[in-house]
């Protein structure tokens, strides 16, 4: 159930549903959303309404059109995220196989250094939902360098969260242990920074506290979800 | 319009975009076959070209197989997430595309005429749509204001410069009129 919302936020839930907002308000809202479910709902709940406003425009598109977005579908930079996260996962459920030849990969082909230019808007992301096993909020701010990540909800368990970002070329690198209540401070490293943009995946996995951060997840996301650029 | 197939439909959504999050086609081309319709009047509305809102339309069924993992039954319904990318993918066309720095003057015309026909189609084709009763129940401006925000992305910016009114003034009617929209709703 959703709890009341005061007045003010009530009016900015649906701002935010209606589009009115830009810059700053709007970002604020945003994070909002993430950080605070009853304020969602209201978003959510002011969407559902207006749908009705989309009513009586019903059109047929042309018929070719669905053969062209089958062509695109495989092309797609999701599909290939998805398989390679289907493949991780089981890997992971199979053997330390797969986080072995991932580490392998990482080893063999280090990266050259190269002068990172930083995506220069924050980035926000929503890991987890209600069915998963975690809910988490992170928001990062190019300018520091810091991304903070709030954890709403944590299964209880012995190892230590650990935060991880999947870019496109699927391969996680992790950003460290994170806290398993309230917010943490992730200063990430001046390399990894361009990862941290649009599309890319922040996941969380379970792992043993020795070692990290760790080359490799040694086990299946609790929580995951897109980074998006506000 | 009472519409007993709409639980039915709501819920085959469901399931067909459980599949499309697992990489099913044959599921998308079940939601697409259910719903292009539907999403193909939301692009058109808003970007008002055809061969745009075609391509737009592509768009949108890409962004429903890359984020149907994201989909939350419990949150929002099917046809209101559809719609949601629909009209954003739309209005980030419109913005790209047809965008002016400044607001021409005439656009305050353009939004006092805002399409009472589309409007009286919406009333008739969905009488008991609450939300229509009560946007009818505001204030003219307030409603014309809105009804520009949600068919065609104006910011509250935009749409203070369109009615040449100062910001601040134009934040407070839609704040109120919101406010009331809620009371009228039942929110709470």
Known sequence: MTEALPEDLGALAAELALGLLDGEERTRAMRLCLSDPSFAAAVDRWRDQLLPLHGGFEEQPAPDLWPAIRRRLTGSHDDRLRRALRGWRIGAIASGALAASLAAVLVLRPQPVQVIHAPDRTAIAQLGSDEAPALLAANYDPSGGVLRIRALRMPASNLAPELWVIPQDGVPRSLGLVSTDGVSRVSVAASTRSLLRDGATLAITLEPREGAPHRAPSSAPIAAGKISTI | ?188
């Open chain 2, 1 to 188: 319009m009472a519409d007993v197939g709409a639980g039915v439909r709501r819920e085959s959504l469901v399931a067909a975009l459980e599949q499309v999050a697992r990489g099913d086609q044959r599921a998308l081309e079940d939601v697409y076959m259910a719903t292009c319709a539907k999403l193909f009047g939301v692009c058109l509305r808003i970007c008002q070209d055809r061969a745009a809102a075609e391509d737009i339309l592509q768009q949108v069924y890409i962004k429903v197989w890359d984020r149907a993992g994201r989909f939350d039954p419990d949150r929002a319904s099917p046809i209101t997430w559809l719609c949601a990318i629909a009209r954003n993918t739309a209005l980030d066309w419109r913005r790209a595309n047809q965008a002016p720095a400044h607001l021409p003057e005439s656009a305050a015309e353009a939004i006092a005429d805002a399409t009472p026909l589309a409007w009286e189609a919406i009333a008739s084709e969905q009488e008991s749509a609450r939300i229509v009763a009560c946007l009818d129940g505001l204030d003219e401006r307030a409603r014309r204001a809105i009804h520009a925000a949600f068919y065609d992305g104006f910011t509250y910016l935009q749409l203070a410069q369109a009615m040449a009114v100062p910001l601040g003034t134009m934040k407070s009617w839609i704040r109120r009129a919101l406010l009331q929209l809620r009371g009228c709703l039942g929110h709470d």
